[in-house]
């Protein structure tokens, strides 16, 4: 009898959650972090202050919510484009797809791709488990360049990011996850393939972050560009970097 009392209250619980949430977010939207304000969602839903707190027990708290789903919605999206690309593709097609889902995600919720993407919320510190979020997001772009072909001018990067993964086994998981098993070969050349998807990853999200970012602000209003025309051209420069074949 207790667990069947339990199942409807915990189904209210994540249903005001839920409502909650949606609140921010339009608070967000309209307002940015700043306009996140938990007496004026508590008003909204008709319940006092203290109430509104066993559903989440500060406003850092519920900004925490906000993150991880926000993390966990862009890794989907991501995670989509994948399920839906042909094996047969390209790196070079692949890196353009997954980089299109990332902008498309960001473009349709520019507020919450500010809220993981943006200044940081003063006062604020994340939890560690955004971290696990973000990097889910991330991983994929590591399979496209795991066989790329780097030139000389990413040699130093491309070590430096073997050494990360070398002495952090939380890198070296990651990598395993998206990639699978790394059994680096004698080949000093072959053995590159983690350090090069490493630090082929880390340089996309810098690309989608500068070109998204600026996009979402609307930096890029007035200027002759398409955002998405320069997002390919900067994408295009850096599979040239890497040695990403177009067929």
């Given at each position: 009898?207790?667990?069947a009392?339990?199942?409807?209250?915990?189904?209210?619980?994540?249903?005001?959650?839920?409502?909650?949430?949606?609140?921010?977010?339009?608070?967000?939207?309209?307002?940015?972090?700043?306009?996140v304000?938990?007496?004026?969602?508590?008003?909204?839903?008709?319940m006092?202050?203290?109430?509104?707190?066993?559903?989440?027990?500060?406003?850092?708290?519920?900004?925490?919510?906000?993150?991880?789903d926000?993390?966990?919605?862009?890794?989907?999206?991501?995670?989509?484009?994948?399920?839906?690309g042909?094996?047969?593709?390209?790196?070079?097609?692949?890196?353009?797809?997954?980089?299109?889902?990332?902008?498309?995600?960001a473009?349709?919720?520019?507020?919450?791709?500010?809220?993981?993407?943006?200044?940081?919320?003063?006062g604020?510190?994340?939890?560690?488990?955004t971290?696990?979020?973000?990097?889910?997001?991330?991983?994929?772009?590591?399979?496209?360049?795991?066989?790329?072909?780097?030139?000389?001018?990413?040699?130093?990067?491309?070590?430096?990011?073997?050494?990360?993964?070398?002495?952090?086994?939380?890198?070296?998981?990651?990598?395993?996850?998206?990639?699978?098993?790394?059994?680096?070969?004698?080949?000093?050349?072959?053995?590159?393939?983690?350090?090069?998807?490493?630090?082929?990853?880390v340089?996309?999200?810098?690309?989608?972050?500068?070109?998204v970012?600026?996009?979402?602000?609307?930096?890029?209003?007035?200027?002759?560009?398409?955002?998405s025309?320069?997002?390919?051209a900067?994408?295009?420069?850096?599979?040239?970097?890497?040695?990403?074949?177009?067929?």
């Amino acid at each position: 009898m207790m667990a069947a009392a339990e199942g409807p209250r915990a189904r209210f619980r994540e249903q005001t959650r839920n409502e909650i949430k949606v609140i921010a977010l339009r608070q967000l939207a309209e307002g940015g972090t700043d306009g996140v304000a938990l007496t004026r969602i508590a008003k909204e839903l008709g319940m006092s202050g203290p109430a509104l707190y066993r559903y989440f027990a500060s406003r850092d708290d519920l900004l925490s919510a906000l993150i991880r789903d926000a993390y966990d919605d862009l890794a989907t999206a991501i995670e989509q484009a994948v399920a839906a690309g042909s094996e047969a593709a390209s790196p070079r097609a692949r890196l353009h797809a997954l980089a299109g889902s990332f902008r498309a995600w960001a473009v349709a919720d520019p507020h919450r791709y500010l809220l993981i993407a943006g200044a940081p919320v003063p006062g604020y510190t994340a939890p560690p488990d955004t971290l696990l979020r973000a990097r889910a997001a991330l991983g994929p772009f590591m399979k496209v360049f795991v066989q790329g072909r780097p030139k000389p001018a990413m040699e130093t990067l491309v070590g430096q990011m073997e050494a990360w993964a070398e002495r952090d086994p939380a890198v070296a998981g990651w990598f395993a996850e998206h990639t699978g098993p790394w059994d680096p070969p004698e080949s000093a050349a072959s053995a590159a393939g983690r350090g090069t998807a490493l630090a082929g990853a880390v340089l996309t999200w810098s690309q989608l972050h500068g070109s998204v970012s600026l996009e979402v602000s609307s930096q890029f209003s007035g200027m002759g560009h398409s955002p998405s025309t320069l997002l390919t051209a900067s994408l295009d420069a850096l599979a040239d970097a890497f040695g990403l074949p177009a067929v």
